[in-house]
């Protein structure tokens, strides 16, 4: 049973917790984990001047995801950042590469599952997970997100993501924030959750 774990991730904060999200999924027997990233869209000079380059190098390690690749897993969870309460451009531009995968089925009754990050609280994290379902839909995946038994996402006494839609993290207008134990521990739990639904389907 196939997990793939795809993300963009501009300063490292939904890297972290595509880490954390793969991490789960490998401690379902029979999960073969796969993390990759989206391919870049932005010039180097912008990337310079946005203050990304020296973060990136830290995942630049990490494969491009292949469109094909999507084809072949069992269950794939999507990791972005919010831009104005919806996905990133580079992830829109990757998944409007797999129209193919669209016109032959190739996602249909495969897992789909999705979390995020934002520089403030409220900056869109739900937003950015629940219209990037929309997506997921169209292709015919069968949505997951992160149930109530993730018990860490009724806390009030610190500041944290996660909702029943993904798991997320809350970055901090400068980056200044890296995801807190209870934002990883909801990361771990959806890839959990998505390989325990995977493996169910694919037996
Ligand atoms: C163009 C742009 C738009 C953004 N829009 C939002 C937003 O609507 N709400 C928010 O809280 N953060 C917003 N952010 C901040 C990013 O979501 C934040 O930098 C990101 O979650 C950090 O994750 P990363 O380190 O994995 O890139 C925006 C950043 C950029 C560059």
Redesign the pocket.
């Known amino acids: 049973m196939k997990v793939l774990v795809v993300?963009?991730?501009?300063?490292?904060?939904?890297?972290?917790?595509a880490e954390a999200v793969a991490e789960g999924a490998r401690e379902i027997a029979g999960a073969e984990v796969d993390l990759r990233r989206v391919p870049e869209t932005l010039p180097n000079e912008v990337l310079e001047k946005?203050g990304?380059t020296s973060?990136q190098k830290a995942f630049a390690h990490i494969s491009v995801c292949k469109v094909d690749e999507l084809a072949a897993a069992d269950a794939i969870l999507f990791?972005t950042?919010?831009?104005?309460?919806?996905m990133?451009g580079q992830m829109r531009q990757f998944l409007d590469a797999t129209g193919g995968l669209w016109m032959s089925g190739a996602l249909v009754g495969k897992v789909g599952s999705v979390f995020?990050?934002?520089?403030?609280?409220?900056?869109?994290?739900e937003s950015t997970i629940l219209s990037f379902h929309i997506t997921l839909l169209h292709q015919g995946m069968i949505v997951v997100g992160l149930p109530y038994t993730f018990q860490g996402q009724m806390r009030n006494d610190e500041i944290t993501g996660g909702s029943p839609y993904g798991a997320s993290?809350?970055?901090g207008?400068k980056?200044e924030r890296t995801p807190s134990e209870n934002e990883l521990a909801a990361a771990r739990f959806q890839g959990r959750h998505v390989a325990t639904i995977a493996a169910k389907l694919s037996s």
């Not at 993300?7 to 917790?17: A, L, N």
């Not at 950042?81 to 919806?86: A, D, K, M």
């Open positions: 993300f963009y991730s501009m300063y490292g904060h939904v890297y972290r917790m946005m990304a973060p990791g950042p919010t831009r104005f309460g919806n990133c995020a990050s934002s520089a403030t609280q409220h900056g869109g994290q993290t809350i970055a207008t980056g």
